[in-house]
């Protein structure tokens, strides 16, 4: 039995269709190619896959269409939408129809593969590292419960899917300075906040929430030349 995650690509261009199926065949993954909706619906009778790779526009029923009717089909399928570089309103309704992350043509193969495995993590829910609780400056990680507590006032406080992403990688990776690129693959994420993507936006807001004095930051410090470092509590 084939236990490799099954991904596929709906492109109604054929050799563009082609190019990404031959691509993650290489990187290990079981591909499909299909055209559009008549072939994928038939395809997802059949068995659910764990990620699709879904264009915008395709001619007939689109993308969004499709998107809504995968949503409905399982919440277990991942789904990242393709959509035109420049066209912010097709991400943003992409990702309102129930889409996990968006990727923007012409995009290069290993942006592409870094969002395939970012969302599998997310649809097969891998456990979190070790201990469910992890200091960060002044506050506490709940991995579990991907809340940060030890506020002013005794409270918790929610994290949007882009400040967990990033947090949890830090906890995985204490004392190790970390690549900002390599960050912002690890991290790729569905949350309509950061369209940006800056590592270093992301980490100013984490710092103004578990740092002490964010101007001169302990927990999350910077590391020249290369990007950041988690330095956990001696205490």
Not at 29 to 40: P, Q, Y
Not at 127 to 132: N, Q, T, V
Not at 183 to 193: I, S
Request: a neutral charge; one cysteine or more; aromatic letters at 6%.
């Amino acid at each position: 039995m084939d236990d490799r995650p099954h991904i596929v690509v709906v492109e109604d261009e054929a050799a563009q269709r082609h190019l990404l199926v031959d691509y993650l065949a290489k990187q290990n993954f079981r591909v499909s190619g299909v055209d559009g909706g008549a072939a994928l619906r038939h395809l997802i009778e059949r068995e659910l896959p764990q990620l699709v790779l879904l264009d915008v526009g395709l001619p007939g029923e689109d993308g969004f269409t499709l998107a809504r009717w995968l949503r409905e089909k399982s919440g277990r399928i991942g789904i990242i939408m393709v959509t035109v570089a420049a066209d912010t309103v097709d991400r943003v309704v992409g990702l309102e129809t129930g889409a996990d992350d968006y990727i923007p043509k012409p995009f290069e193969p290993r942006e592409l593969l870094a969002r395939v495995k970012s969302v599998l993590r997310r649809v097969r829910g891998e456990a979190p590292p070790s201990g469910p609780r992890v200091r960060m400056g002044r506050r506490v990680l709940d991995l579990e419960r991907r809340v940060l507590c030890g506020s002013a006032d005794g409270g918790e406080e929610s994290l949007a899917a882009s400040e967990f992403d990033l947090l949890k990688v830090f906890a995985e990776n204490p004392n190790r300075p970390l690549n900002r690129d390599w960050l912002l693959e690890v991290t790729a994420h569905r949350e309509m906040e950061a369209f940006d993507r800056s590592i270093d936006l992301r980490v100013a807001r984490l710092r103004r929430k578990i740092e002490t004095d964010p101007a001169h930051p302990t927990a999350i410090r910077t590391v020249r030349g290369v990007g950041y470092m988690f330095v956990p509590p001696k205490d």
